[in-house]
């Protein structure tokens, strides 16, 4: 079963980058590419029934599976990323981590008014992050239509927030 293949190979970093944070690192997927087809062929599979126009990938974790995804389901991937790093016209916005606070954002003509977003990122904990990124889609008129990701700490309760943008929030494996 593809979850326990995650929870095997996932490797949990005590302490990092704050005290009392357990850090899901999924570097050791990465060094796995047949792991790594069975990834998005399983997040593909969970969104067959959903209408995605774009897949929307959020920085940086969330740009080592969003773009295989987005070529899987054919459709565009946009980056949204950490202030500062996009070279054209952006649009922001300010979100909580789990630890600490950041801004996100993307550029003005990433999307097209009415399109329909898979928002994905590696892993979902409080939810801010992709709060922040459904305001971001929403900026430009476009809709977030589900949310992917690989892992949800659960115990955080994120998907309680994301539930007024789109209640379709799938994962591969749940702590
Ligand atoms: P949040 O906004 O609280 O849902 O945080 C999600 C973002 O922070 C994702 O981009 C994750 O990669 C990262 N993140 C937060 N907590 C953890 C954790 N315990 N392990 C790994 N990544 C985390």
């Known amino acids: 079963m593809i979850e326990s293949k995650i ?3 996932v490797r949990d ?5 704050k005290p009392g944070i357990i850090f899901k690192d999924i570097t050791p997927i990465l060094k796995e590419p047949l792991l790594c087809a069975e990834i998005v ?3 593909a599979s969970q969104l067959i029934n959903i209408q995605i126009d774009v897949v929307a990938g959020i920085e940086s974790r969330g740009f080592l599976f969003g773009p295989s995804l987005a070529q899987r389901l054919n459709v565009p991937f946009v980056p949204i990323r950490k202030a500062g790093k996009l070279p054209y016209k952006t649009i922001r916005e300010s979100y909580d981590l789990e630890y600490g606070s950041a801004v996100i954002e993307c550029h003005k003509d ?3 008014t009415g399109q329909r977003v898979l928002i994905h990122d590696d892993l979902l904990a ?3 992050t992709v709060v922040a990124a459904s305001k971001l889609i929403m900026q430009l008129g476009a809709s977030v239509s589900a949310y992917s990701f690989i892992i949800a700490l659960d115990f955080l309760n994120g998907r309680d927030r994301l539930k007024s943008y789109s209640d379709q929030i799938y994962s591969l494996a749940s702590y």
């Open 41 to 43: 062929e399983a997040l």
């Open 13 to 17: 970093v005590k302490d990092f980058p």
């Open 7 to 9: 929870k095997q190979t």
């Open 126 to 128: 409080t939810g801010g």
């Open 110 to 112: 990433a999307l097209l």
